[in-house]
């Protein structure tokens, strides 16, 4: 059975409590849940990671790309947070690995700050996603579910 690694970067640790009327009211653990559930109904096992650390997210992409490159990886779900909109270090990694890649949000990116409408992250992504909520994931998962053509 392939793994999906679902990645989560700076401040995604405060959901339930952050911002509500932005990113809802369930927490992390509740997103975890959701994903479980979502990745056992497509035939996926799932890696659920939090970083604040823009380093230790690049390691983790690193790591995706080895276990992709070996046949043991569906791909990567990314909520880069802000460092969505920061960080060529994370740009870089993705184009270094190759690892399949959707990038999600859980708000409308583009319907918010302008500071928030550019991306490092599109360009080197398979899928972009946002506005769905949390329940982005699970559609984000069974997205990949259809191109890792696990189900
Ligand atoms: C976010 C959107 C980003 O702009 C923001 O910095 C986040 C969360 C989202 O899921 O909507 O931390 O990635």
Same mark, same amino acid.
């Given at each position: ?62 790591? $995706? @790309? ?6 043991? =990886? /569906?791909?990567?779900? #990314?909520?880069?947070? *802000?460092? !969505? ?44 996603? $946002? @506005? ?6 699970? =559609? /984000?998962?069974?997205? #990949?579910?259809?191109? *890792?053509? !696990?189900?």
């Amino acid at each position: 059975m392939k793994t999906v690694l679902v990645l989560n970067g700076p401040n995604l640790n405060l959901l339930g409590t952050r911002e509500p009327a932005v990113y809802g009211s369930q927490t992390l653990a509740d997103v975890q849940a959701l994903c479980e559930r979502t990745c056992a109904a497509n035939g996926l096992a799932l890696d659920f990671r939090q970083s604040n650390h823009e380093g230790e997210l690049v390691d983790w992409l690193h790591e $995706a @790309g080895r276990l992709q490159a070996a046949g043991q =990886l /569906a791909g990567v779900i #990314l909520n880069a947070g *802000a460092f !969505t909109h920061t960080s060529i270090a994370l740009h870089d990694a993705i184009k270094g690995t190759g690892v399949t890649l959707i990038e999600l949000h859980i708000s409308n990116v583009h319907a918010r700050e302008e500071f928030r409408h550019h991306s490092f992250i599109s360009p080197v992504a398979k899928a972009v996603m $946002a @506005g769905f909520g949390v329940n982005g994931y699970a =559609l /984000a998962i069974a997205g #990949l579910a259809q191109l *890792a053509e !696990t189900k």
